[in-house]
DNA sequence: TTGAAAGCGCTAACAT
DNA sequence: ATGTTAGCGCTTTCAA
């Protein structure tokens, strides 16, 4: 390994002087800075980013914490990340929190351990508390997905109830008046969200959402085709189907068809997240467009930023909208 | 910041005895290993990682490169590593090479500055002596989803020749004896070798596969379609189309339905990597496993061996075999 | 403009 | 069983 040591004797300088080449001090003679790059390319020389590290306090080194990478929706936030990070001249790391609050911590301890100072979390399952705490202790901490008013400039979120009104305002401007909505049996965060603007919307409309037309499952493919099974058993009738999610509205379409519905003739669908599945079903989902790509490489920057305590942090929160994205599993109401 | 040197003070002791309890020495006796641990409890102690790693020259840290981790595969891909990793106890760095061989290289690099022993590498565009230079500098260095002869005992790879063999198996089995293919422009790696497992199956059946049945395109959806819609242009008749992988088949099963085909009563369509769209398009894709995810857990535990000098290495490649998973993609070939 | 030297937090000989 | 001490490779005063 060559060190900077190395660098020295062969430029004949102090290793002081390789060290104000390497950061660019305007305090090194032409020649000689000349030399001591040579030298360096020649040997191939790279700084150990731990001895850095452990005297610098500072690592370039950004972490990232999600529930689980091989879900699309956190590798597509994960690779926003990196793409933040890569730009920042940052290193990621990154640890999965399997949706637990213990490991969570974990997984946040070891990034710790590791001096970076610059964190993105994705925390559905600790509580306020917790994370409070954590903000007090970590200023680069930023919370993605996740809105708490007390740090609301380290919060990057979208506006779910404003994601779930457009598109249950779009599917009553097509003429639907029969709504079914499958969600998750998880309703903090999230999915309570986008039933609350469900429910504005209609109500808004003046149009009826029956307890019995909510049913609640995995917020998977799978709980997707039994919510509606459920729905379709207890003789629910509805020409539109809000899902929670995209991999939902997918089930559902499958158990749709399954039981002679065509989708979007008879039962228009519309999902959520607009996840690459959604353009492989068929008809393909109409959804709403979740950014979690930029939205990550946004709190990425945002987290650099406020990692650099002597910067005074803007006030403002950072709210971010889903769009509409028309595709083929929506219709006009069908005439009765 | 708590340091070594609080705990020792608090507890009374030097700091070569806390390093000792941290390391599970037994050289401490009972009593003052037990106030050491409780004073590293009370004070929330946790060593820095920067400082051990400079002194003991060992991270307990392992890189992954991958082309882009917003893509499922990858994605599956980081998790398995990140699995293998939490189970040993590593932490994990990330960077995406974009399929580059020049910011392969420099996220490599970037990994070996942080020390990082162990490093899981997926590599399409790197040519064989840059990476036979790399292995031979990097112990912990193993290749996931390549193969090369002369660091066969680093390499974790799929056997696609056999994949791609056993899917035409299937459908010759189905009595099918009008084959099309569509495949990735890039034939090197991957798509070559299935490819080859196709035409290797199909001659010893007997079977012809003239050259305008095999159309190349883009690996992606669009690209299924498109080469679906050239293949229906030019007049090809099938009953079976084997696609190089999930996407690819996925756009195709698009673009039949949009003839007036269906799948699979007149056209049956396998796919390749049986990633999540599998089960989300309709019908249902049947496809070749490609276990990524267990892989990557295996190619960690590997790397994190390998880099251990101390151990001889094995000399055996680690080869897996993908498996065909059944869903409603294929059926029988249609009576003439 | 350049160099000498202290020390970041830790591990691992070597002493005791 | 426990303490002392010498660095790991680097940044950063302070001096020259």
Redesign the pocket.
């Known amino acids: ?8 004797k062969v430029a ?9 080449v ?2 660019d ?9 000349a030399r001591v790059k040579k030298v360096i390319a020649e040997l191939g ?8 590290a ?5 690592t370039n080194t950004l972490g990232v914490v999600t529930p689980k990478l091989s879900m699309p929706f956190f590798g597509s936030l994960a690779s926003g990340v990196e793409k933040g990070a890569r730009e920042n001249n940052y290193k990621l790391l990154m640890s999965n929190s399997l949706y637990e609050t213990k490991s969570e911590q974990e997984a946040i301890d070891s990034l710790r351990d590791h001096n970076c100072q610059a964190i993105i979390l994705h925390s559905e399952y600790s509580d306020e508390k917790t994370l409070l705490k954590l903000a007090k202790e970590i200023p680069g901490l930023v919370l993605i997905n996740r809105y708490m008013p007390a740090i609301a400039n380290r919060c990057v979120w979208l506006d779910n109830v404003a994601g779930a009104r457009q598109a249950t305002d779009y599917l009553i401007n097509r003429g639907h008046k029969n709504f079914a909505v499958i969600t998750s049996i998880y309703q903090n965060g999230d999915p309570g969200f986008r039933l609350q603007g469900i429910r504005e919307s209609l109500k808004t409309a003046g149009l009826q959402l029956a307890e019995a037309a909510i049913e609640e499952s995995t917020a998977n493919m799978e709980g997707g085709e039994q919510a509606v099974q459920a729905l379709l058993n207890k003789g629910i009738k509805f020409t539109a189907l809000l899902a929670y999610n995209d991999l939902m509205a997918i089930g559902a379409i499958h158990a749709l068809f399954a039981a002679g519905l065509r989708v979007p003739e008879d039962v228009s669908v519309i999902g959520f997240d607009d996840l690459i599945v959604s353009r492989a079903c068929r008809p393909r989902l109409t959804t709403m467009h979740y950014p979690v790509e930029e939205m990550a490489s946004y709190a990425t920057k945002l987290a650099i930023q406020l990692s650099d305590t002597s910067i005074e942090p803007e006030s403002r929160t950072h709210l971010f909208i889903p769009q509409l994205v028309e595709r083929d599993s929506v219709a006009d109401a069908p005439h009765r």
Not at 25 to 31: D, K, M, P, T, Y
Request: hydrophobic residues 35%; positive net charge; aromatic residues 2%.
């Open positions: 390994m060559v060190t900077i040591k190395d660098v020295a004949g300088v102090s290793i002081a002087t390789v060290s104000r390497i950061h001090g305007h305090q090194v003679g032409e020649a000689c800075r020389y790279r700084p150990n980013s731990n001895a850095r452990l005297v610098s306090k500072t």
